[in-house]
C-alpha cells in the first residue's frame, strides 16, 4: 500500500481518531480482498 497523500507522521493521528469497531471492519474488508484477488 502506498500512501502518497498521507505523510508517516499523519497516521497515528488517524488510526487514534478511528474506532476499533470500525478498524475491525476495515481489517476484515481488507482480508476478504486479499483473499478474492488471490485466486
Known amino acids: 500500500m502506498k500512501y502518497n497523500s498521507l505523510q508517516r507522521s499523519d497516521v497515528p493521528v488517524i ?15 481488507m482480508g476478504a480482498v486479499l483473499l478474492i ?3
Do not use: C, E, P, S
Not at 488510526?15 to 474488508?29: E, I, N, R, S
Open 37 to 39: 484477488t488471490a485466486k
Open 15 to 29: 488510526v487514534t481518531h478511528v474506532d476499533q469497531k470500525t478498524m475491525g471492519w476495515l481489517l476484515l474488508a
